[in-house]
């Protein structure tokens, strides 16, 4: 990837003239459009912002099922424990662990001090903002009363138009998503609405804190009395002022035609909006906030504001045009990539790095993991999407804090980054957290991506604390071996994979190469300031651990015995094929070795237990090594499914949805179409008739 060459501005402009950047976007996008007629059993249909997603069901809200509200603001702390000495975040203090002849503090969860660490991993939480589903005159009806459903998703737009018919009379709504606040605008039309028999109800769930998984519905509804709402209601408009502990926020919701707004009943937190009678439409906002606001935002505006946004995201950035009327695999991948870009858009552009289910479900309480920023964002950079991959990438610097006072703690040099981290930066205790270290060469990754599109004065500044802060780490954490004369990584470590014991885990191929190429990378920041090099990190650029071999081929870590065989270490994700696609080739690479590697995995590897970005990963080295119709198989592996919605299933391991597939799935079709360094693209099966446009050096 650091591998695109550089002056795709002048390539593209020659490209543009000559009339080849002409694919018609809108037709093939709209293509993709979702059009169902009833509520998928798990997954939503999505409006959102990146910070900000409404899941809905074949209703176009949230009526027969409550799916969730999700924002990057809105989260909960539960009360802390009250076991003896373990009821402050104060009495946490981690596990000492054995590392080259010192002990070193992990935040490890500690078995005797197992309620406070448990209530750091699990908060805070994020919390389901609340419900927003018709209300049918206190009538129990079912998705299956209705009649004449459909429901369209149009992509281009960002619009949901749903209309089905209750009792024979026809019901049409319309859902969208502001692109800049954190509000849905919601029009009804029906003849019913004259009636009272049909309105708007709004639900607020108590935090539930509890599940690592809370799917595919967050919050506990029937805690009515561990939280309070409160109205306050006016002329056209009421806010909902909601109390979870700690946690308040409002909801502020303005109509714009006359409708009243009550309580269902004390003991619930339920409030229904009906229009007056004669009314034949019901057009009203709903804007969560964490500050008490009166929202006046209007639905046409809204729509307006979607509308262009959603126009803009398309027409914008790269663009791929597979063959989707001759062949049924093109047209799946151009349907996945549609669909990722769209549910992206929604769910992963958000001021802190996505958590793994974005805005649709929680996954692991709703937090985020600093190694999977790099699947998260480092499509946006290769399909020329800057402005959204800017939104998170200040997460280095925001967190750099965090990660000087956690390689201090543990006496190295520099910033040492956390995993499972909440907005704050603090990284939960856990097995796998404290010592896994892929994540460090991230933001080496990423500044030289940017300087390769702006390579100015600015991004230099930009960078240069944080990978000096990171590099310093990294050099102090590489452990000089007075008897190999060479830098080890660990131990104890967990490589990619977390599937090895950590006191024996040392110099994992993957690692060396990543750490190398960070090392690289901030050793040229220096030099391109005209500043000089810090000694450490040549020493350990430069005296790294080779990367260990058996038999021919690249293994997992230094010293793994029986690695093809173990079921364990031939399962999970597949690491080591990281070394040639997805990081530019390292110096020491053989490519002999790396080509019986792959063949090995391909031969001994269990893919049953794969998952999300595994099959991307496979995609890349297979189209590195040149190998198109591979890289495409492996976007469609059968273990790599995307449901009817475009949510990308994740695999037996997860919960649906796994974004890390969809944004991984984008990368690797973005490399394929722009190509690497001294690799040409676009790298497609050859039969396949393709435009690519806007890439690096498409
Ligand atoms: C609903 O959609 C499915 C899948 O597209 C289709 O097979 C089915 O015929 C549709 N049902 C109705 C009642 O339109
Ligand atoms: C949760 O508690 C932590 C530790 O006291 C605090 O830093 C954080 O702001 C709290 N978050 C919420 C949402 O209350
Ligand atoms: C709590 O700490 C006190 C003193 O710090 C100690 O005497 C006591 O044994 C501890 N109790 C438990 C349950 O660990
Ligand atoms: C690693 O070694 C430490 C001692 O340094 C021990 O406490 C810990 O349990 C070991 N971890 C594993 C996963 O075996
Ligand atoms: C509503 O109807 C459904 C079946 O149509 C039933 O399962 C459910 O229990 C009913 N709920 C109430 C509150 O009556
Ligand atoms: C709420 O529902 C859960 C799950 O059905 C149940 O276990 C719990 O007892 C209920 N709590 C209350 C307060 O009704
Ligand atoms: C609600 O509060 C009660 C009393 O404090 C507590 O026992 C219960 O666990 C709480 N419910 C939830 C879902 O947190
Ligand atoms: C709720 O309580 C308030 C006063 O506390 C009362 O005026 C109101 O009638 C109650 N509402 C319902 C629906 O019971
Ligand atoms: C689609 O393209 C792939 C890759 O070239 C090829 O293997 C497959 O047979 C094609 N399928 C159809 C239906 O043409
Ligand atoms: C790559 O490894 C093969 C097999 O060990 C060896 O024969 C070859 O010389 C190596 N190539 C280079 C360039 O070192
Ligand atoms: C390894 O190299 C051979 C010869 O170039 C090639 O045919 C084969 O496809 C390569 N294997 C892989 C897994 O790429
Ligand atoms: C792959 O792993 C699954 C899950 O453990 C197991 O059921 C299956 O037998 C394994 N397949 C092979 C070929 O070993």
Redesign the pocket.
């Known amino acids: 990837m650091l591998l695109l060459r550089p002056r795709y501005d002048l390539y593209l402009a020659v490209l543009a003239s000559v009339g080849i950047c002409d694919i018609d976007r809108e037709s093939i996008v709209r293509q993709f459009n979702l059009k169902i007629n009833q509520s998928h059993p798990y997954s939503p249909v999505q409006v959102g912002n990146g910070n900000f997603a409404f899941g809905v069901d074949v209703t176009g809200l949230q009526t027969f099922l409550p799916h969730n509200t999700l924002s990057s603001w809105g989260w909960h702390n539960s009360s802390l424990p009250n076991t003896p000495n373990q009821t402050s975040i104060a009495d946490y203090t981690g596990v000492d662990w054995w590392t080259h002849g010192r002990l070193v503090n992990y935040a490890q969860p500690n078995p005797t001090e197992k309620e406070i660490s448990q209530w750091l991993v699990a908060n805070p939480h994020r919390i389901n903002l609340g419900r927003v589903g018709l209300w049918f005159g206190g009538r129990n009806v079912s998705e299956d009363d209705l009649t004449s459903k459909t429901q369209v998703l149009d992509l281009w737009e960002g619009a949901i138009m749903s209309s089905f018919a209750v009792d024979g009379e026809e019901v049409r709504i319309t859902t969208v998503a502001s692109p800049t606040s954190d509000t849905v605008a919601v029009e009804i039309k029906s003849e019913v609405l004259r009636s009272g028999e049909l309105g708007v109800a709004f639900d607020f769930p108590y935090a539930s804190g509890k599940n690592k998984f809370d799917a595919p519905f967050v919050g506990v509804w029937n805690a009515t009395a561990n939280h309070t709402t409160k109205l306050f209601a006016k002329d056209s408009g009421a806010t909902i002022l909601h109390t979870l502990d700690a946690t308040t926020y409002a909801t502020s919701i303005h109509w714009e035609n006359e409708a009243t707004i009550t309580r269902t009943s004390n003991a619930s937190h339920q409030y229904v909006l009906k229009a007056s009678e004669d009314e034949t439409f019901l057009t009203f906002t709903v804007t969560f906030s964490p500050e008490l606001v009166d929202s006046t935002e209007e639905f046409n505006d809204i729509k307006e504001q979607a509308t262009d946004w959603w126009n803009d995201y398309w027409t914008d950035g790269a663009f791929v045009s597979l063959p989707i009327s001759v062949n049924t695999s093109a047209r799946e991948l151009q349907r996945r990539i549609i669909l990722s870009q769209y549910l992206l858009a929604v769910n992963g552009a958000g001021k802190d790095p996505a958590q793994e289910s974005g805005l649709v479900n929680n996954g692991w309480y709703g937090k985020f993991h600093m190694e999977m920023v790099f699947w998260h964002l480092a499509h946006w950079t290769i399909w020329d999407r800057w402005s959204l991959y800017d939104r998170s990438i200040g997460v280095y610097e925001r967190f750099l804090s965090t990660s000087f006072e956690r390689a201090a703690h543990q006496g190295y040099e520099g910033a040492r980054i956390g995993k499972m981290s909440d907005p704050s930066g603090r990284s939960a205790p856990g097995e796998i957290n404290s010592v896994l270290i892929w994540q460090q060469p991230h933001p080496m990754f990423f500044a030289e991506m940017e300087y390769r599109k702006f390579p100015t004065q600015k991004t230099l500044e930009k960078w240069d604390y944080i990978l000096a802060g990171v590099a310093d780490f990294m050099a102090s954490y590489a452990w000089y071996n007075e008897s190999t004369k060479v830098y080890d990584l660990g131990p104890p470590m967990y490589p990619v994979s977390e599937n090895t014991n950590p006191n024996q885990t040392m110099n994992p191929t993957f690692e060396l190469a990543y750490w190398r190429f960070g090392l690289d990378v901030a050793s040229k920041w220096q030099l391109r300031q005209n500043k000089s090099v810090p000694a450490s990190w040549t020493a350990v650029r430069d005296n790294i651990a080779p990367f260990p071999v058996e038999n021919d081929v690249y293994v997992l870590y230094e010293g793994i015995t029986d690695m093809w065989t173990t079921p364990e270490t031939s399962e999970d994700h597949p690491g080591l094929l990281g070394l040639y696609g997805w990081l530019p080739p390292d110096p020491r690479l053989n490519l002999t070795l790396f ?1 019986n590697t ?2 090995q995995v ?1 031969e001994s590897w269990n893919f049953t237990y794969s998952y999300g970005w595994d099959f991307p990963l496979l995609a890349l080295t297979a189209a590195r ?1 040149g ?1 198109a119709e591979t890289a495409v198989n492996w976007l469609l592996d059968t273990n790599n499914q995307f449901d009817e919605l475009g949510m990308p299933e994740g695999g037996s391991r997860v919960a649906t949805p796994y974004f890390p597939a969809a944004a991984g799935l984008l990368l690797a079709v973005g490399m394929m179409s722009g190509g690497w360094d001294g690799f040409k693209g676009p790298i497609f099966p050859k039969e396949w008739d393709i435009e690519v446009e806007g890439f690096w050096c498409s």
Do not use: F
Request: no cysteine.
């Open positions: 080509n792959v063949a391909y090594m190998d």
